[in-house]
């Protein structure tokens, strides 16, 4: 009988490094989403999934091959094929009688199913069918929602929905933004039990002011989706999924320390009740005697011990006078 759950050791550092990038991580690795496609599928989910791929570059991995898989029965297969990828989101295209033009999207957690909802591509304009200029592959976009079901937290199925593709199509983290280098919108609107995806690129032209004039230019895919099924992870499983380490960014808390409306570190010191009686001060510095202090003490002695010596004489030489 085979041994399960294998601990895998790396045989040398190629091995060790790939083991390392595939290790859970408090700042996650920008998500790989792979396209797969079914045993019957059709043109239009091919060319639909072909250009959100496009969308996702450069990350994103296409498969060529058709495969025999039901994700609502069975998702091992899909599953196999994210953790073989380093990949935690999916999107599967089939076609059938019963459910024509068919698009899966998903994602996992630690390589199990997490969520996945089924759409029906109702309408479907390809990027090519636009004749304009297209924004560069890998720009993050600007992800916009519109609907009543996107903002209403009832709505389970839409919210999950809205997380699913912002986690899609969000693309890589970055800590600053170039006003330039903002030219993709992505809009998703929620009509009913449909979702209406449309693209854009953003035209910065001149208004002779100092903030430019703001004009949109659609440069597609253009989607219009109806949610069929969905399978949703349970409340106690997305949390878990969601779950973040403290201090993820590492910025270390300092008690004690604050900063003023004007920039200024202020600091709070607690000391503790001193014994004066015990503090041991011959030998600190700050104490010690200087050389003039020290001299005119001894000139006091002198002063003081001659003054008792005069004294001392006039008695003596007082009482030899008055007899």
């Known amino acids: 009988m085979g041994v399960l759950n294998r601990v895998v050791k790396p045989k040398n550092q190629r091995s060790k490094r790939a083991l390392e990038v595939r290790e859970p991580k408090a700042i996650e690795n ?40 039901r994700p609502f029965e069975d998702a091992t297969k899909l599953e196999f094929f994210c953790q073989k990828n380093d990949s935690s989101l999916f999107m599967f295209g089939n076609h059938n009688k019963k459910r024509p033009n068919n698009l899966v999207i998903g994602r996992m957690f630690d390589y199990h199913m997490l969520d996945m909802v089924e759409l029906g591509v109702e309408s479907f304009t390809s990027m090519q069918e636009f004749k304009t200029a297209k924004v560069a592959s890998g720009t993050k976009p600007c992800l916009v929602f519109a609907g009543e079901s996107f903002s209403d937290p009832a709505n389970k199925e839409f919210q999950r929905l809205k997380s699913l593709l912002i986690d899609f199509f969000r693309g890589p983290e970055v800590t600053n ?78 008690k004690n320390i604050s900063v003023d409306a004007l920039g200024n570190k202020m600091g709070r010191v607690h000391v503790d009740k001193q014994e004066i009686k015990k503090i041991q001060t011959r030998k600190v510095k700050a104490l010690k005697e200087s050389k003039e202090e020290k001299m005119e003490q001894i000139k006091k002695k002198k002063e003081k011990a001659e003054a008792v010596r005069q004294t001392a004489i006039e008695k003596v030489f007082g009482e030899g006078d008055d007899d």
């Open 30 to 69: 920008t998500k790989t989403a792979i396209f797969v496609r079914g045993a019957t599928c059709s043109d239009l989910v091919f060319k639909c999934m072909k250009d959100i791929s496009i969308l996702k570059n450069p990350h994103s991995i296409s498969f060529n091959k058709k495969n025999e898989i």
């Open 177 to 254: 933004v170039r006003l330039a280098g903002i030219e993709h919108v992505m809009q998703f609107t929620a009509v009913d039990s449909k979702v209406l995806m449309r693209s854009y690129k953003i035209i910065l032209k001149k208004s002779g002011t100092r903030l430019p004039r703001v004009e949109l230019e659609e440069i597609g895919p253009s989607i219009d989706w109806v949610v069929r099924r969905s399978q949703l992870a349970s409340e106690d499983l997305f949390k878990t999924a969601c779950k973040q380490i403290k201090n993820v960014k590492g910025t270390k808390k300092v």
